[in-house]
């Protein structure tokens, strides 16, 4: 589903921010991406996302995800891939001219769902994330912690058949202890219905509870693949 194949990644201003890296995620696999500020950890979401600055980034290696080459992705190519993934970013990137509802929504009026589909699966994901009744509020009333939920929701609204993979960089980074749980409970749900998901974390008491792969970042180097245990 997902795969690195001796990824490394120069940065023209500060040098080498990944060195050599590889591995490979399974349909339906949830790991944890972890490492100290600076390990490589965004460089990684970013050039998943086809989101890392040509004239800044030189990638070398190759980068596969539902057999597309991530690594010879043509501009025109981006967004039809990038419909194939959930990303949830640190920084929320919430549209704060529209309501939480139209947020969420976004995804699926780009591919063309109708409003009655729309409509029930909006409401379903943000009763799931405990937004139940904020449809109409807008982004910037609400705490850090709704926004990210906002987020969320907007990153797992479309769900399978369409979605591969969901990406999130700290998702549970302004949660307390129990919404960041059922967080993870929702990922593991989809996880089920066979999406990969890897999750950016610095939370290594809500990684050390759970079974789950984790990938450790050392200076750019994967140092460590910890498999669960059965």
Known sequence: MLKFNNVSVRHSEVGEVLRNVSFELAKGEIAFLTGHSGAGKSTIF????LMLDAEKYQLRGQITFNNHN??????????????????IFQDYKLLNGRTVFDNVALPMIVMGYSSGEIAGRVRAVLD??????KEKKYPETLSGGEQQRVGIARAVVVGVPQQKLILADEPTGNLDPDLSAEIMKLFEQFQKTGITVLIVSHDISLISKLNHR???LEHGELISDMRPSC
Do not use: N
């Open 46 to 49: 970013k050039s998943i996302a």
């Open 70 to 87: 991530l690594t010879k992705v043509k501009s025109s190519q981006i967004p039809f891939i990038r419909r194939e993934m959930g990303l």
């Open 128 to 133: 799931k994330v405990g937004l139940r009744g």
């Open 214 to 216: 984790v990938l450790t």
